[in-house]
């Protein structure tokens, strides 16, 4: 164990004696997810560099406060990348941010999410245990995958110190395709698509005027030149669409910037749900999984019904209110239990990140 964790290590087993809350933190660009963010800074800034990379073997593995911009520039030097396109939210990113954040960009619904992708990790847990989870290979996993359960878990299970993960080769072929159609309309297209054999990496609905869809191919190079083709629009220019699609993984499209004092929503629901009813039109993403709604305070339980309705959950993503609470929707009885369970064994004096997903975790 090198000094910088073994310093981490020694903080944490004293913060547990004292059952003192402490505050996991790497870049902080992630700090307005959650319920709240309390307790002592625990810094991961010491915990840098690149352990492993074998491109050959597309593993890499990165210790969790390595900065997230500095990696994806190691794997893009020998053409590969992190395909669920992990937001960043600022320039201080981390590996460990991104995993315990669990975020995914625009292709998410076409090459999977971001606990797909972790192999294995190192955890330093409540007892100040520095334990190994998984490996560098898929095969190693057995039993309950402990290493992709810490994907998402906001940091309150522990302390992330290392990260495997399995990355890809750019695709060789790229393009966008822009078409004018109604909200309905581009549900019903996606839909439609998503049963064929096409090289769809990424959608986004705008509910600009009218409507338009912008629908990002990617895979062979004969592959995406025979979907443009069959499936009509206009193509776009790739060099001034990557700005486009670089703003909308890190919601900088001036639809996220007009909020205008309203809450930003996040819902998550099946890809074939139908045109839901809110307050306004949203943003649609990850071909119609994903959908991003302006409200204001008091349409709360308006948009959290239409997410459930449709057979999804709604997440209060964003806000500006001070008081605001019940940022997820509640857990049912049985996940509760499981969830207090995991915190109990992870972390027995409830240290870390405490009251991140829910006054009890």
């Known amino acids: 164990m090198d000094e910088a964790l073994a310093a981490l290590v020694e ?6 004696a004292l059952r003192t809350p402490l505050r996991i933190r790497g870049g902080g660009t992630k700090d307005f997810l959650g319920e709240r963010v309390e307790g002592e800074l625990l810094d991961t800034a ?3 560099g690149i352990v492993n990379y074998e491109p ?4 890499v593995t990165v210790r969790a406060g390595t900065p997230l911009a500095q990696l994806e520039q190691e794997l893009a030097q020998s053409g590969q990348s992190l395909p669920f396109e992990p937001p960043h939210f600022g320039g201080g990113a981390t590996v460990g941010g991104m995993v315990a954040a669990a975020l995914s960009g625009p292709a998410r619904a076409s090459v999977g999410s971001v606990r797909d992708y972790v192999l294995g990790l190192d955890l330093v847990n ?12 898929m095969k190693n996993v057995a039993g309950y995958d402990l290493s992709r359960l810490m994907a998402g878990a906001m940091g309150t299970l522990g302390l992330i110190t290392e990260v495997s993960l399995k990355v890809l080769p750019v695709a060789p072929a790229e393009a966008t395709l822009r078409f004018a159609l109604s909200q309905a309309e581009a549900l019903g297209k996606l839909n439609a698509w998503g049963g064929q054999p096409l090289p769809l990496n990424a959608s986004t609905w705008m509910p600009d005027e009218g409507g338009t869809l912008w629908l990002r191919l990617r895979g062979a190079v004969a592959a995406v030149d025979a979907a443009c083709r069959s499936l009509g629009g206009e193509r776009m220019d790739n060099a001034r669409m990557r700005a486009h699609w670089h703003a909308c993984r ?18 998550s629901v099946p890809q074939t749900a139908p045109v839901l009813e809110l307050p306004e039109p949203p943003v649609v993403e990850w071909h119609g999984a994903q959908r ?3 409200a204001a305070a008091g349409d709360a339980a308006r948009v959290r019904q239409a997410a459930v309705s449709a057979g999804g959950h709604a997440t209060l993503f964003r806000t500006d209110r001070a008081d605001a609470s019940g940022r997820y929707t509640p857990l049912s009885a049985p996940l509760a239990t499981i969830h207090q369970r995991l915190k109990e064994q992870f972390d027995p004096a409830g240290i870390f990140n405490r009251g991140r997903l829910s006054p009890q975790f």
């Open 46 to 48: 010491t915990l840098r």
């Open 56 to 59: 050959s073997e597309l593993v």
């Open 11 to 16: 903080r944490i087993r004293a913060a547990a």
């Open 292 to 294: 991003w709604v302006r």
């Open 250 to 267: 890190e919601q900088q499209l001036p639809w996220f910037a007009e909020r205008g004092g309203r809450d930003l929503w996040r819902l």
């Open 126 to 137: 409540g007892r100040g245990e520095h334990l190994v989870f998984g490996g560098q290979v």
